[in-house]
């Protein structure tokens, strides 16, 4: 095999080993089919958005505890301080990211319960559908599309 086709290869193999990681949640769901005349959010839509949210807080969970294992296992005395530092910040960068899903595993709690609730799928804001395709793509979102680009607008003027 020539050697750019090699490169070419394994480039698409690594896009796709990291477009797998970042939709890992996702995993499994195919997109919901919306039917013609259908209502918004009935029990097929509610049941779609419960199991993509429950898979991915069991996901996250699961992640949480490799962490805390991982933690534990290899919290080792090195003698260089330079190794020493090199694992704390692997550890801390670590710490970040679970206390960041930690919040979103809060945000997918208060979905499932908007779920409950029949509020799941309409904006805090303004009432209007968000949309299935919106979504899918962030399933704890809690506004529309205007609403969000309204609060980034006014987010960047606080700043």
Request: aromatic share 8%.
């Amino acid at each position: 095999m020539p050697a750019k086709k090699k490169v070419a290869k394994a480039s698409a193999a690594k896009v796709a080993r990291v477009g797998a990681a970042t939709t890992s949640w996702y995993d499994g769901f195919a997109p919901y089919k919306e039917k013609r005349g259908e209502e918004y959010m009935n029990p097929a839509q509610i049941e779609h958005f419960r199991k993509i949210l429950m898979s991915w807080r069991r996901d996250l969970i699961e992640e949480i505890d490799r962490t805390v294992q991982h933690l534990q296992d290899d919290a080792g005395s090195f003698a260089d301080p330079n190794d020493r530092a090199t694992q704390e910040e692997e550890f801390a960068l670590e710490l970040r990211t679970r206390d960041r899903e930690r919040k979103l595993i809060k945000k997918i709690g208060e979905s499932l319960a908007s779920l409950d609730t029949g509020d799941y799928g309409y904006c805090e804001y303004c009432g209007v559908e968000i949309g299935i395709r919106r979504l899918e793509a962030r399933p704890t979102a809690t506004l529309c599309i205007d609403c969000k680009t309204l609060d980034e607008i006014r987010e960047k003027q606080v700043i």
